[in-house]
């Protein structure tokens, strides 16, 4: 009965691999995000989606490209891995964009050597 | 420009003793504010929240009052416990309406017996 999941949990490669993150929420929310969080603990969002909307798209390199095959799905593809992208990385979701609480995944440890 | 700031971490106590993190924040307005928990190895817990000045969160024994005047949500507990060692997030609310959550730096928290 996991509220958020995401796969893998860890993730290692090599540079220039290209490789996807897969997250999936049974809440019946209509809003997902993607967070990073860095090796400080800094955590910074890139994505978000609304009912298969991208609402928000901070300032990532398009390698990174997100996909929402429908609401209750928010996938991350990452094009030419580099060293930099190495991180934990949290999908999340909300009932709505507009609603305060958001619900976390475990999180997927990326790392690129 | 629009942030929050953590006291910087680790805090080491005792248990029983007692707890502060102090949080501050800059923004437009007045955003809801947030207080995160991430326990080892696990994603993010909403812990706390208010939504406007004055209002005060709390949640197993942890509290927040948010206070424009000083724009801080600091988060305290009376009497912390070896289970409360985790990582502390304050966030605030995007000043759009897309649920995008701002977060501080995160401040480690190790309660020792």
């Known amino acids: 009965d996991t509220a958020v999941s995401q796969t893998p949990k860890y993730l290692v490669t090599q540079m220039g691999n290209d490789k996807s993150i897969k997250c999936e929420q049974n809440?019946?929310?209509?809003?997902m995000y993607w967070y990073k969080q860095d090796s400080k603990k800094f955590l910074k969002i890139m994505f978000s989606y609304n009912n298969k909307e991208l609402i928000i798209n901070e300032t990532v390199p398009n390698r990174f490209s997100p996909k929402s095959p429908d609401k209750a799905h928010l996938n991350l593809h990452i094009n030419s891995l580099e060293l930099g992208d190495s991180a934990v990385y949290f999908c999340?979701?909300?009932?709505?964009?507009?609603?305060?609480?958001?619900?976390f995944g475990p999180g997927t440890r990326l790392t690129v050597l | 420009g629009n942030s929050v700031t953590q006291m910087e971490g680790p805090v080491t106590l005792s248990e029983e003793a007692f707890l502060t993190i102090n949080c501050t924040y800059t923004?437009?307005?007045?955003?809801?504010l947030f207080w995160y928990v991430q326990y080892p190895g696990e994603g993010l817990q909403l812990l706390l929240k208010a939504t406007k000045a004055d209002d005060k969160g709390s949640n197993k024994g942890f509290e927040a009052t948010y206070r424009k005047e000083t724009t801080s949500f600091h988060l305290e507990k009376g009497s912390v416990q070896v289970s409360d060692s985790a990582v502390y997030f304050c966030?605030?609310?995007?000043?759009?309406?897309?649920?995008?959550?701002?977060f501080g730096q995160g401040t480690t928290l190790q309660v020792k017996p």
């Open positions: 809440l019946g929310h209509d809003t």
């Open positions: 923004a437009t307005g007045y955003p809801s």
């Open positions: 999340a979701s909300s009932q709505s964009s507009g609603r305060d609480e958001q619900f």
């Open positions: 966030a605030r609310k995007g000043s759009s309406n897309t649920g995008k959550l701002i």
